[in-house]
């Protein structure tokens, strides 16, 4: 969480001129925050998530790109997005949701 608030809080990066290439760096930030809150709500052995442990962990990652969405708006040079909202939560949900089927299948093979 501190990693994503110091880069929110200075310049955006440079991207490659690709549509939507922040949404991917937004997915992909959240999606790792989700999976380190799966981690801890799983003591670290993610083989035992649970639905709830994954529902959980996707909705903090969201709720916290909710806050820095509206920390970036206080940024200059920063803008608030919904879209950037949306893909901070996609990306939690990808991570989280793979996660709980890898803890199905991994239970199950014991």
Known sequence: ???IF??????????PPVENAD???HAAAYG?????????LARGR?????ARMAITAWAVASA???SDEL????VPGRQSDWRDLAADAIGAAAVAGALWA???IARGSE
Request: proline share 5%; charged share 10%; hydrophobic share 50%.
């Open 1 to 3: 969480m501190v990693a």
């Open 64 to 66: 916290y790109g909710a």
């Open 6 to 15: 110091l880069a929110s809080g200075g310049p955006g990066p440079d991207l």
């Open 32 to 40: 790792g925050l989700a999976g380190l809150a799966a981690w801890a």
């Open 71 to 74: 920390h970036q708006y206080f």
């Open 46 to 50: 993610l083989r035992t998530t649970t």
């Open 23 to 25: 949404k991917v760096l």
């Open 102 to 104: 890898w803890g199905i």
